[in-house]
């Protein structure tokens, strides 16, 4: 080991007693009063870490020896896992059990410190990530190679442009890993999107930037993708239905992501018959037949995606029911000129839905929403939005859809604070809860 200063430098290696784990995939450690956010370390360890990165007012380092090692601490069962190398999973150290504690965790805090939720009122929710069926390695159904300047595709290491050689990624499911990927040469500099559907269609499809135009423009770019084998359209299976798809189109990553995502849904909202939802950023429409089947013949579904392949694949994937509109542009512009809703299901990219989309979905007065989020920072982000509306956050259901990594994906009900929960009949409303069926309620 180093002896390193109290300004500690790149290559150094600190002794570290680690603290809490916080978002990222690291936990949290000191030296010297600096914060240290340390990789490959788990709470309660004693470790050597090397210093990776010197940033203004903290370090990032990678744990190299543990001297005390957690009860969760396990051998990572993939070889490309380890400080400097593979950057797709961060948790591979821990066991599954903890790995969902852990997500519990970082959830909690981000509740409190993002979406300005009290400790008490995060208690109640009773955050737990539960896992999917399936086990931690053998679920990806789609993995995204990059290719380094030897035409050799790999997969990135953390922070980092430098891409690691790989010949089998063990989180990606056995048909991913049999396609024709890490066994050729590629076009330097591209990237590989690698898929094979829940129906069990297969699809490699080669992304390169190119020159947006001529002249100045030269200096923009644009990606140009292009199908190098495989299925320009895959199927996907959930709720018991087919869904079609292009194979660049976003799907839900777990193979039971999709089942499991629906119906916890549709038991957080409790749609009654005959009433009107929104199934903003819907993609190829898999909320948007739950919510269908859910309202009935009388209920009507908008479904918003601005992917105009995705918004086409949705309106084929709903042609059977009428009551279901898809709608073909951005939620921000689109939603202001939908009007009332009585229910409203979001499941927008990383970013979050952000202010102005939660605004237009507290005027439209829906009288539940649900939040599928891929990203708990912009859930906790659109949370304290919410709460400042007048709204509550009132159940959260967290689910380990990405196992060995530090992602997690969370469902979870808003209701306009007083509202009794969603799903319990209240004597107040009426049993449809349509607006026009209450006397004299404006919207
Ligand atoms: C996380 S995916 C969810 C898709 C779908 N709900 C599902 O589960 O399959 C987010 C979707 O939002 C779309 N999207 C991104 N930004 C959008 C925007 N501003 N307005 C509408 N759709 C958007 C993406 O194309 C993508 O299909």
């Not at 007012?57 to 744990?63: H, Q, W």
């Not at 190299?64 to 797709?88: L, N």
């Not at 991913?176 to 590989?192: A, C, N, Q, Y």
């Not at 990405?402 to 007083?418: D, K, N, R, S, W």
Request: hydrophobic content about 40%; overall charge neutral; aromatic content about 4%.
């Amino acid at each position: 080991m180093t002896a390193p200063s109290a300004d500690p430098a790149v290559g150094d290696t600190l002794r570290l007693t680690v603290g809490k784990v916080a978002a990222g995939g690291h936990c949290v450690a000191r030296y010297e009063g600096q914060v240290v956010f340390v990789r490959h370390a788990l709470p309660g360890e004693v470790v050597d870490a090397t210093v990776t990165e010197v940033k203004r007012g903290f370090l990032r380092a990678d744990a190299v020896v543990v001297h005390t090692a957690s009860a969760d601490r396990v051998p990572p069962p993939c070889r490309y896992a380890g400080p400097g190398r593979c950057g797709g999973c961060d948790w591979q150290h821990a066991t599954p059990a903890a790995q969902r504690r852990l997500k519990a965790d970082v959830l909690a805090e981000l509740l409190v410190r993002l979406g300005k939720l009290t400790p008490e009122q995060v208690d109640a929710l009773q955050v737990t990530v539960a896992e999917l069926p399936g086990g931690p390695l053998d679920w990806r159904t789609r993995v995204r190679y990059a290719v380094d300047r030897a035409g050799r595709a790999g997969l990135r290491a953390h922070r980092s442009h430098r891409i690691v050689e790989i010949d089998a990624c063990p989180i990606a499911t056995p048909a991913v890993r049999e396609l024709p990927v890490t066994d050729r040469g590629w076009r330097p500099g591209s990237e590989l999107s690698v898929v094979s559907s829940t129906a069990g269609d297969p699809a490699v499809l080669e992304h390169r930037e190119v020159p947006a135009g001529r002249g100045r423009d030269r200096r923009r770019t644009r990606t140009v993708t292009r199908l190098v084998y495989g299925e320009e359209t895959v199927v996907e299976r959930a709720i018991g239905t087919e869904f079609e798809l292009p194979a660049e189109a976003f799907w839900q990553v777990h193979p039971a992501a999709a089942d499991t995502f629906a119906a916890t849904a549709l038991e957080l909202l409790a749609p009654r018959a005959g009433e009107r939802a929104y199934d903003l950023y819907g993609g190829a429409g898999l909320f948007a037949v739950a919510l269908a089947r859910a309202v009935g013949d009388g209920g009507t579904v908008t479904l918003v995606e601005s992917h105009p392949g995705a918004a086409d694949a949705a309106r084929h994937n709903v042609r059977e029911l009428p009551r279901v509109e898809v709608v073909a542009g951005r939620v921000e512009r689109v939603l202001p000129a939908l009007g009332p809703a009585d229910l409203v299901l979001l499941d927008p990219p990383r970013a979050g839905a952000g202010r102005t989309v939660v605004e237009q979905i507290v005027a439209a007065t829906p009288r539940a929403v649900c939040y599928v989020a891929c990203d708990p920072a912009a859930l906790a982000r659109d949370t304290a939005t919410f709460t400042e509306l007048g709204w509550r956050l009132s159940r959260l259901r967290g689910f380990d859809a990405f196992p060995m990594t530090q992602h997690v994906e969370c469902v979870a009900l808003f209701e306009p604070a007083g509202a009794s929960p969603a799903g319990r009949t209240d004597p107040a409303l009426p049993s449809t809860g349509r607006p026009e069926d209450v006397p004299g309620e404006e919207r």
